[in-house]
């Protein structure tokens, strides 16, 4: 893989966000089928883990074949364990490595990891030089605005990009304003202006519309917690029918349990279910027994048992206003 990977994609350049129990190998097969022109970057995962037990953490970086081009995202603020990290990812045959930069976890904060390196510009740019020298992989940048507001967001970009990283990503919003409010693409926009390498947008992007609308400026963009019993959204169009999203269900929920057994898969594919039911009339029964699922089998007959109260339903409404 060169250095030019992110400079050679078709524009825009769209993409699941890493996202911590969600980002999943599951979730990024899912939404590569749906979409086999996104770029797909795994949860994060610490450097200091890599580097300490390698073995234990690679079974949370792993990935199917399908997923291609894959991003492997670390964190931490070790340039030891960066490199050796990097070399993991390395080995593991990712496209390209992630810095986090940006995550507003209370705990990751508290460590000095995540958003708290928009504080220290000096170690992120260290930590960015670091693993650029250790890897011939593409490497990548994903923060914030910043801390209070973006006002530094064009020298943080800036030294990065001198320090090695040859794509950055930010997240439209600051660490004191995570969420809640509306993203401010303004700041971004003349980090565009300034940099040389790609620069892609993030936060807020409901739709494809959405990021074409805030990122037009911009070389592409993450979609996130939009994506959330949605993966259709990187077509655009989801399906009607509760029926014809049933095979991306069901995959989603085969290819979990494949790789974390029973016991975790159908755990944590629950969530999955819930929101992938959201908006389905007259489903409020079912929910309980979703949250609770403990096999495939059980799954699969309880979306099929949906599907048909949704095809009643239908017909229902049909008969009543024949008559």
Known sequence: ????????????????????????????????EVNPNIVTVTEFTSADGLHFSAEKLKRKLYFDPSEQ???????????????????VCEDMGFSGIDLNMGCPS?????????????????LACQLVEAVANATDLPVSVKTRLGWSNGDDLVDFGQAVQNAGADMICIHARTYQEPYKVAPQYEQVYALKDALNIPVIGN???????DGERYCSLLDGFYIGQATFGNPWIFTGQKPQRFKDRLPVILNHAKYLIEHKGDRVGTR?????????VKGVRGVKPFKKSLSTVESYIEIEQLLQEIAEMEINNVKENRTLQVA
């Not at 936060?203 to 519309?209: D, Q, T």
């Not at 944590?268 to 992938?276: D, Q, S, V």
């Open 1 to 32: 893989m060169n250095k030019q990977f992110w400079q050679e994609l078709p524009r825009p350049i769209i993409g699941l966000a890493p996202m911590d129990g969600y980002s999943d190998s599951a979730f990024r097969r899912i939404c590569k």
């Open 268 to 276: 944590e594919i629950r969530k999955h279910l819930l929101a992938y």
């Open 69 to 87: 081009p894959v991003i492997a995202q670390i964190f931490g603020k070790n340039v030891e364990t960066f490199v050796t990290a990097t070399k």
């Open 106 to 122: 209370k705990k990751v904060v508290k460590s000095e990891h995540g958003v708290a390196l928009r504080k220290n510009p000096k």
């Open 203 to 209: 936060g807020g992007i409901e739709s494809l519309a």
